[in-house]
């Protein structure tokens, strides 16, 4: 039972990786091309504070307010 599901763990884990790389590679491609419509659509789904600490920490005290209004 235990060998189940950790097989079912590692194969949800590779297909996941798998749907990040190619998340990646769209976003690679669509900043080549000029087209980051749909990055900044689904970068409004993320978390602000993942938002803020993806950037490089100098900026953070930048946007620290918006933590507050959330």
């Known amino acids: 039972m ?6 079912k763990k590692m194969a949800f884990e590779d297909l996941f ?3 990040i790389e190619d998340v990646v590679d769209q976003i690679d491609s669509d900043i080549v091309h000029k087209d980051v419509e749909a990055l900044e659509e689904l970068l409004r789904f993320c978390p602000i504070e993942n938002l803020i600490n993806y950037l490089p ?3 953070h005290d930048n ?7 959330t």
Do not use: A, G, P, Q
């Not at 235990?2 to 097989?7: A, G």
């Open 63 to 69: 946007f620290k307010n918006l933590l507050k209004w």
């Open 57 to 59: 920490e100098e900026k």
């Open 17 to 19: 990786n798998e749907l």
């Open 2 to 7: 235990m060998l189940k599901l950790k097989m």
